[in-house]
């Protein structure tokens, strides 16, 4: 036999407040899964830890300029979703905070990228000592291998100095390792290339900066930072606008093929860097 609750009984109403509450049970339980260490508890970090995730990515982006389509935080936005999407295939992996304040060049007189609004830049030396402490923090709460994945051509070499430096001073300890990912951010400058010229585009269609290549992977990671129907009407943007290359036939399709490159390289490089240091 089935019972009608009505409106105004306790169990109507309790029944109200279960249905309500059901999303942020979800919710929660979604984060708690997470591989995100800001969407984690201290206590389920410690527990995640303990039960085998003890490799950590540390995402580098940057706030950069990306001429008159690109957000300055696309950098930002790619690093934190590769990094995602790295760390749930490699299994047992977490993924750090992004890394947003980089080297960009000279800010008085300003040189580079700092020549266009918005472009917010550190002295190299602020930069390697915030990622060293970052990896000390990270190895201090348990983890052992400590992976930089950098999305900007300019800190590839500052990830390669720390990673040394943290590596000869932890050496006999040899309790946590630190590597410079540059695999990451070369693969989009080879073999995404190279797939983007097999589908007919050309170098100087690809580009060095926010051209096509760069829009693609943007429009593949949050298409919210790409002005598309702005540059579809709009003026074609030159060096002088902080552009090189033409990112007016970009679509998220291409970018998903730099997407699956990097991920895809980057699991296989850490795993062979990990084996090489068992």
């Known amino acids: 036999m089935m019972w009608a609750v009505k409106r105004g009984h306790p169990a109507f109403l309790l029944g109200l407040l279960l249905t309500a509450a059901a999303p942020g049970a979800?919710?929660?339980?979604?984060?708690?899964?997470?591989?995100?260490?800001?969407?984690?508890?201290?206590?389920?970090?410690?527990?995640?830890?303990?039960h085998g995730a003890t490799t950590i990515l540390v995402p580098i982006g940057g706030v950069e300029q990306s001429g008159p389509y690109i957000a300055l935080?696309?950098?930002?936005?790619?690093?934190?979703?590769?990094?995602?999407?790295?760390?749930?295939?490699?299994?047992?992996?977490?993924?750090?905070?992004?890394?947003?304040y980089v080297p960009e060049g000279s800010i008085n007189p300003p040189a580079g990228h700092m020549r266009f609004a918005g472009t917010i830049s550190i002295p190299d030396a602020t930069f390697e000592s915030l990622l060293e402490a970052t990896a000390a923090s990270l190895r201090q709460h348990g983890f052992r291998d400590i992976v930089f994945i950098g999305d900007h051509g300019g800190y590839q070499q500052n990830e390669a100095r720390v990673?040394?430096?943290?590596?000869?001073?932890?050496?006999?300890?040899?309790?946590?390792?630190?590597?410079?990912l540059l695999d990451y951010y070369e693969i989009t400058q080879t073999a995404y290339v190279a797939d983007l010229k097999k589908r007919g585009y050309s170098a100087a269609e690809i580009g060095l900066h926010a051209g096509l290549a760069d829009a693609a992977l943007t429009l593949a990671t949050d298409p919210s930072l790409v002005r598309s129907e702005a540059m579809a009407r709009g003026a074609k943007p030159t060096p002088q606008d902080g552009v090189r290359g033409d990112a007016t036939r970009a679509t998220a399709?291409?970018?998903?093929?730099?997407?699956?490159?990097?991920?895809?390289?980057?699991?296989a490089a850490i795993r062979k860097l990990q084996e090489r240091a068992r």
């Open 26 to 50: 979800v919710l929660a339980a979604e984060r708690a899964a997470s591989v995100v260490l800001e969407e984690l508890t201290s206590s389920e970090l410690r527990g995640r830890i303990d």
């Open 73 to 100: 935080g696309k950098h930002n936005a790619r690093a934190g979703l590769l990094a995602k999407l790295i760390a749930q295939k490699l299994g047992n992996t977490l993924v750090a905070p992004v890394v947003s």
């Open 163 to 180: 990673a040394a430096k943290l590596n000869r001073a932890w050496g006999k300890a040899g309790e946590a390792r630190v590597y410079a």
């Open 253 to 267: 399709e291409l970018g998903q093929l730099g997407v699956q490159r990097i991920v895809d390289t980057s699991v």
